[in-house]
Antibody, heavy 120, light 110 residues
Framework: EVQLVESGGGLVQPGGSLRLSCAAS????????MHWVRQAPGKGLEWVSG????????GYADSVRGRFSTSRDNTKKSLYLQMNSLRVEDTALYYC?????????????WGRGTLVTVSS | QSALTQPASVSGSPGQSITISCTGT?????????VSWYQQHPGEVPKLIIY???KRPSGVSNRFSGSKSGNTASLTISGLQAEDEADYFC??????????FGGGTKLTVL
């Protein structure tokens, strides 16, 4: 079965850190770009970060650049998001998403998300 | 990376057609044909329904179609059905490494 499963979310205090993981299965992981997209409670979607299949291209939203870092391990079919200096406004459901076949520019498959809550 | 502009809500009756607009700038929507659209039902995961402006993934109904004119992309749903009631989000190339979403549109089927 083709799927993405996120983990690592939880409750953290402002200024703290978390590392999210996304485990992929059912497809050739290293053929695809991967992304993180978040959705604050009751709000819309926000693109957070993307990484090309070979990690050469990594992009970040202005709202997280300098605080978040994306990486991948193709041997483990896994995507990661290291989140530092977390703010209350980072509270959201974080989705892992697979880029389209041969494309960085859309999201073909989504995980169910992992919830990050930043609060004191 | 300013969010793309979508109407907050649209509505239509069963069988009708509706169009949702997604307005950006010449730097994002207007620069390449790299707009995608996602459907999200309450409590569910977003689903890709249009990519590269007008292409439909396998399994997506041909009632969904995409187009672009200048800096505005559009999603048209024809033959509206009750199951189409959902939130719709557009997303576009923003620069060489980034993407940007629209604020989302709530579709109500009357």
């Amino acid at each position: 079965e083709v799927q993405l499963v996120e983990s690592g979310g939880g409750l953290v205090q402002p200024g703290g850190s978390l590392r999210l993981s996304c485990a992929a299965s059912g497809f050739t992981f290293d053929d695809n770009a991967m992304h993180w997209v978040r959705q604050a409670p009751g709000k819309g979607l926000e693109w957070v970060s993307g990484i090309s299949w070979n990690s050469v291209t990594i992009g970040y939203a202005d709202s997280v650049r300098g605080r978040f870092s994306t990486s991948r391990d193709n041997t483990k079919k896994s995507l990661y998001l290291q989140m530092n200096s977390l703010r209350v406004e980072d509270t959201a459901l974080y989705y892992c998403a697979k880029g389209g076949s041969g494309s960085y520019w859309h999201f073909e498959l989504w995980g169910r998300g992992t919830l990050v809550t930043v609060s004191s | 990376q300013s969010a793309l502009t979508q109407p907050a809500s649209v509505s239509g009756s069963p069988g009708q057609s509706i169009t949702i607009s997604c307005t950006g700038t010449s730097s994002d929507v207007g620069s390449y044909n790299l707009v995608s659209w996602y459907q999200q039902h309450p409590g569910e995961v977003p689903k890709l329904i249009i990519y590269e402006g007008k292409k439909r993934p396998s399994g997506v109904s041909n009632r969904f179609s995409g187009s672009k004119s200048g800096n505005t992309a559009s999603l048209t749903i024809s033959g509206l059905q009750a199951e189409d009631e959902a939130d719709y989000f557009c997303c576009s190339y923003a620069d060489s490494t980034s993407l940007v979403f629209g604020g989302g549109t709530k579709l109500t089927v009357l």
